[in-house]
């Protein structure tokens, strides 16, 4: 299975409280950590509801 390689690089101060649970959930704690994540579907559309706050770097294989 590929992975995702992302970074979160926006803040949530002016966001919607399901957009900071949605970083949250993708396992983010701090702004610029980078993340290595499961390329499924759920993910994936985690991905692009805050893909104005994430980078999204490469796909890992």
């Known amino acids: 299975m590929s992975h995702l ?3 979160w690089v926006h ?3 002016s966001c919607t409280e399901d957009m ?7 396992g ?3 702004l610029y950590e980078e993340r290595i994540v ?4 759920e993910i ?9 706050l994430v980078k999204v ?3 890992v294989r």
């Not at 900071?20 to 993708?26: E, G, I, N, P």
């Not at 499961?38 to 579907?41: D, F, L, R, S, Y």
């Open 5 to 7: 390689k992302i970074k």
């Open 11 to 13: 803040s949530t101060n």
């Open 20 to 26: 900071r649970a949605t970083v949250k959930s993708l």
């Open 28 to 30: 983010f704690k701090r």
């Open 38 to 41: 499961k390329n499924t579907p």
């Open 44 to 52: 994936r559309g985690m991905v692009k509801k805050v893909i104005h």
């Open 57 to 59: 770097l490469e796909d």
